[in-house]
C-alpha cells in the first residue's frame, strides 16, 4: 500500500485527538440561546456519517485508495456528495466547536478541511484509476456538498 495512506490517516487520527483537548485561551464568549441548536446540528453531522458508513458497507476502508474487492458506490447520499464521511465529520465538529466555544476547535476544524481536501484529491486520483466511469461521476457531482449548492 503506497506511504501516502498512511500519511493521511495518521495525520487525520493526530488531528481528531487534538480536537479533543482544549485550549482555555482560546475559548470565546458563547451564546447560551443557540448552544442548543450547535447540539443539534452537530448531531446531524454524526447522523449523515453513520448513514455514508452504512451506504459503504464492506467498501468501507480508513485508507483513500480503494479496496481491490470494492464497488463504486453512486447512490444513496453518494449520489449527491462524492465524500460525505468527511462532509459529515467536518459538518458535526463544526458545530461541536462552537457549542464548545472554541477557537482552538475551530482551529482543527480548519485544518481538517485542508486535509480532506487533499486526501480527497488524491482518492479520487485512485478512483480515477480503478473505476473509468468515475470522472463522469465526479463531473456532477459535489465534492463535500451537492452540486446545487457548491
Known amino acids: 500500500m503506497h506511504y501516502k495512506n498512511y500519511i493521511f490517516v495518521g495525520i487525520q487520527l493526530v488531528l481528531f485527538i487534538a480536537f479533543i483537548f482544549e485550549i482555555d485561551a482560546l475559548k470565546f464568549n458563547?451564546?447560551?440561546?443557540?448552544?442548543?441548536?450547535?447540539?443539534?446540528?452537530?448531531?446531524?453531522?454524526?447522523?449523515?456519517?453513520?448513514?455514508?458508513?452504512?451506504q459503504?458497507?464492506?467498501?468501507?476502508?480508513?485508507?483513500p485508495k480503494p479496496k481491490n474487492n470494492a464497488t463504486l458506490i453512486t447512490s444513496g447520499v453518494y449520489k449527491n456528495v462524492r465524500h460525505p464521511i468527511y462532509s459529515g465529520i467536518l459538518f458535526a465538529l463544526f458545530f461541536l466547536a462552537l457549542y464548545f466555544n472554541s477557537f482552538y476547535k475551530l482551529g482543527i476544524v480548519l485544518l481538517l478541511v485542508l486535509l480532506f481536501w487533499y486526501?480527497?484529491?488524491y482518492e479520487?486520483?485512485?478512483l480515477c484509476?480503478?473505476?473509468?466511469?468515475?470522472?463522469d461521476y465526479r463531473q456532477n457531482t459535489g465534492r463535500f456538498l451537492p452540486k446545487f449548492i457548491s
Request: proline fraction near 7%.
Open 124 to 126: 479520487e486520483e485512485q
Open 129 to 135: 484509476l480503478k473505476y473509468p466511469n468515475y470522472r
Open 119 to 121: 486526501k480527497s484529491k
Open 56 to 63: 459503504l458497507n464492506t467498501n468501507l476502508s480508513p485508507f
Open 30 to 54: 458563547r451564546l447560551e440561546v443557540l448552544q442548543p441548536i450547535f447540539l443539534v446540528l452537530s448531531g446531524l453531522g454524526f447522523l449523515f456519517i453513520l448513514i455514508a458508513l452504512l
